[in-house]
C-alpha cells in the first residue's frame, strides 16, 4: 500500500458551520500537528524558569515591542559614531580614509559571519541567538568609550582650558615683542611674536600622528557590533515573518520599522547633546561650540547606548523558539486544506492533511553544507532575487559614503556646528521615514498592489534619487576665503614678520566678514582669556573694517581685534539642502516595506534566513566596506589645510567645499543611476510574485507533498511553482 493511501482518511468530512466545530477540528489538528515537545518550545523563559504568567508575553505584539527596542538601540550605535566621527578625527589625529577604514570593521564581521549565521541560525533558537549579538554589540559600546579612558581628552584640549584657568588672576595677556614686553601662549594660541613650543609624544599621540591604539579599539568595536547586525537583520527578521499572517506583515513591519528608525535619529540626537559639552565635563574652554576647535564629549554616549543594549538584549533570552500563534495558524492552515479538498469534491480528511504537513516537516533539509550548496543553488537562479541583491548593493555602496560623511560635509560646508549638523540630520529623517514608512505600509496593507506595480514603483524611486543627488550637488555656500596660507590666499604684509606657523586657529575680524587663518596671520599680540569666544585685540592687520597692508607702529591705535572662530554665516541655502532632502526621503521612504516584501517574496520559507544573510554579505563586502574608504580617500584630496605637528599629518580642518560638495553628491548619483537595472530586472519578472500570501495553502500543500513524495501530480488548478523559482 503506497504512502497517499496510508494517509486517507475514512472519517466524515469536516464541517465548519459552526465556531464549536471550528475550535474542535483546530484541536484535533494541534494534537496530529505538534507534540509535547512542540509545545514545549512555545513557553516563555529561560532553562527551568517558565512560570505560567510570563507565558502571557508569549506574543507577536510583545515580540514585536522588544525587537524595535532592541533595534532602536542598536540603531542609535551606528548614526551615534557617524555624529561623532569627526570630534573622533580631531581628538586623535585621524584622516576620513583612516576613519573610513574603522567604520569598514562593522562590515568585515557581516562578510564573515552573515552566511552562516543567516543559515545555520534560522534552525537554531532564534531569540537567543539574537540576544548573544546584542551582548556583543553591548561590549562594542564599552570598548568604544576606551580609548578616552586610556588616552584623555589630550593635549590640545588641555591647552584651551588654560585660558579659562588663568583668567582668575590676569584676564587679558600682553604679546608685543617689539616693546621687549615678556610673551605668552595663551592657552597654546599662536599670536604674533608668540611660538608655543610643540608638545610631541606627551599624550601617547605618538608625536602628533595618529593614536594608533585608539584605531584598533575603535575597529574592534565595530566589528562586535556587525556581529549583531548579522544576526539581528538576518534571523530577527524571519522570526517575526515566520509568526504573523503573511497580509499583515507590510503594517508590522511599517510599526516595527517606524519605531526602529527612532534608534538611528536618537543617535544624531545623542550625539549633538554629547558634544555640545566638552569633551571633560570638569573643564570649561573659552571657545563657542561652533569654533572649529570645539572637542565634544563624544566617548559619553557610547556609554548610554552600551548600557541599554544589556537591558533590552537581556530580554530576548526570554523569549521561545516559536510563539503559541504560529502552532494555531500551522491547524487552520491544514482545516483551509481539507475544506477546499471537500468543495472540491475529494475524499481525503482532516488526518490527511494534517499527516502530510508533519511529515514535511520532518522531511525538512537540515543544516548541512550540502543542503547549503543546494540552497546556494536555488538563490542564485532565481531571477528576481538577483536583481533585487544587484540593485541592493550597488544602492549601498552610492548611500553609505554619502551618510558617513553628511554630518561632517554640513559643518564643513554650511559652517556647522557638529551639534547643529546632528540636529538637523536627526530632524530630517525622522519626519521623512515615519511618514513614507507609514504610507507605504497601509497602503500595502489595505490597498494591495500588484507585483508589478511595487516594482515598478521601485523604479521611480530609484530614478527621483539620482535627480536628488544632481540637485543637491548646485546647492551650498560659497567658498570660504582665508587670509593666511591657504592655496589661492596671499599672506598679509601686516603680519609677514610675525613667524606665524602653519596652526589653524581661524579668528573673525570685527568686520564680521573677514577670517584670518590665525591670531597670527591677523597680527594681534593681546588675547582676552576671560571672554568666549576669545577676544583679540591690537591686531595690525585689522582696522575698524578693512585689512591694512602696511604696519606702522605710528598708527597702532588703530589696530582692531577678533574673536576666535568663523565668521557669522551669510549663506541662507543650508534650509533649501534640508528641505529638498526631506520631500525626497518621504517619498523614497514610501517604497522601503514594498522592498522589503519584494526581497521576502521571492524565495521560499526555508531559505529565507539564507537569503537575507547572503545579502548582508554582498552589500557589506561591495557597499559598506568599500564606500567609507573609498569616499574619504575622495573627500581628503578637497582638503585645504591639514593638522600638522611634530612632522606627521593628522586630521583635516578645512575643505575646498566647492569640491567637496561636487564629490559627495556627483558619486553616489552615478551608482544609484547603475542600480536601477537590477530594478528592471526585479520588474520584468515579478508578475507570478505572491505578495499577500493568496496562495500560500497551495504553495505548502505542494511543498509538503514534495518532500514526503507523496501524491505525485497536482490538479492543474493547484500547481504553481514555489516562489523561489521564478
Known sequence: MDQKSNLVDTEPKPTINSSDTKAKEQEEVGQLLHDEED???????????????????????????????????????????????????????????????????????QVMLSLFLGYYGNYGHRPRWMAVGVMCAAASGFGAALP?????????????????????????????????????????????????????????????????????????????VGIAISIFYSIGVTYLDDNISKKTY??????????????????????????????????????????????????????????GLIFSGSLLFLFPRKLPATLRREAKRVLRQAEKDRKEGGDRGLTYFASLAKQSKEAQERPTLPN???????????????????NTTVYVLAASG?????????????????????????????????????????????????????????????????????????????????????????????SSTCGCSAKYSPVCSQDQTTLFYSPCYAGCTVANASASPIVYSNCRCITNATIQDDYSAQNSTLFGTATSGYCPEPCSNFFKYIIIQCIVKTIASTGRVGSSLIHLRSVSDEDKGL????????????????????????????????????????????????????????????????SVFGDIVVFYYSRQLDLYGDREDQVQ???????????????KSQNLDPPAQI
Open 39 to 109: 509545545v514545549k518550545d512555545t513557553r516563555c523563559g529561560i532553562g527551568s524558569f517558565k512560570p505560567n504568567w510570563l507565558q502571557v508575553l508569549a506574543r507577536k505584539e510583545v515580540y514585536l515591542m522588544v525587537y524595535c527596542l532592541v533595534g532602536m538601540v542598536q540603531g542609535m550605535f551606528f548614526t551615534y559614531t557617524v555624529s561623532v566621527i569627526s570630534t573622533i578625527e580631531k581628538r586623535f589625529k585621524l584622516t576620513s580614509k583612516q576613519t573610513g577604514a574603522i567604520l569598514t570593521g562593522n562590515d568585515i564581521s
Open 701 to 715: 500543500l505542494e511543498r509538503s507533498r514534495r518532500l514526503v513524495g507523496g501524491s505525485a501530480t497536482l490538479s
Open 402 to 494: 554619502y551618510w558617513n560623511f553628511k554630518p561632517k560635509y554640513l559643518e564643513n560646508q554650511f559652517r556647522k556646528s557638529s551639534t547643529e549638523a546632528n540636529y538637523y540630520t536627526g530632524i530630517a529623517s525622522l519626519v521623512s521615514l515615519v511618514l513614507g514608512t507609514g504610507l507605504g505600509g497601509a497602503v500595502l496593507r489595505w490597498a494591495q498592489p500588484g507585483p508589478r506595480f511595487v516594482t515598478g514603483y521601485n523604479i521611480f524611486i530609484t530614478l527621483l534619487y539620482v535627480c536628488s543627488y544632481v540637485s543637491l550637488m548646485f546647492i551650498g555656500c560659497p567658498k570660504l576665503q582665508v587670509i593666511g596660507p591657504v592655496e589661492g590666499s596671499p599672506i598679509p604684509a601686516c
Open 148 to 224: 578616552h579612558f586610556l588616552y584623555g581628552p589630550g593635549e590640545d584640549a588641555l591647552a584651551l582650558t588654560r585660558p579659562a584657568v588663568s583668567s582668575a588672576s590676569s584676564s587679558a595677556f600682553s604679546l608685543d615683542g617689539d616693546n621687549g614686553t615678556e610673551t605668552h601662549a595663551v592657552g597654546e594660541q599662536e599670536l604674533c611674536f608668540s611660538h608655543p613650543e610643540e608638545n610631541c609624544g606627551a599624550d601617547g599621540g605618538g608625536g602628533g600622528g595618529a593614536y594608533m591604539g585608539a584605531i584598533i579599539l575603535f575597529f574592534f568595536s565595530q566589528f562586535f
Open 250 to 307: 507590510p503594517v508590522y513591519y511599517s510599526v516595527s520599522f517606524m519605531l526602529r528608525i527612532l534608534g538611528p535619529v536618537l543617535g544624531f540626537f545623542v550625539g549633538g547633546k554629547c558634544l555640545s559639552t566638552w569633551i571633560d565635563p570638569k573643564e570649561v574652554p573659552a571657545l563657542t561650540t561652533k569654533d572649529p576647535r570645539w572637542l565634544g564629549a563624544w566617548w559619553i554616549g557610547y556609554l548610554f547606548i552600551g548600557s
Open 372 to 390: 547549503l550548496k543546494k540552497a546556494l543553488k536555488r538563490l542564485f537562479t532565481n531571477k528576481i532575487w538577483v536583481g533585487n541583491l544587484f
Open 611 to 674: 537569503a537575507l544573510g547572503l545579502l548582508t554579505v554582498f552589500i557589506s563586502f561591495f557597499g559598506f566596506i568599500p564606500a567609507p574608504i573609498m569616499m574619504g580617500a575622495i573627500i581628503d584630496s578637497a582638503c585645504l589645510v591639514w593638522d600638522s605637528s611634530c612632522g606627521k599629518t593628522g586630521n583635516c580642518w578645512l575643505y575646498d567645499s566647492d569640491k567637496f560638495r561636487t564629490i559627495l553628491h556627483l558619486v553616489p548619483a552615478v551608482f544609484v543611476f547603475i
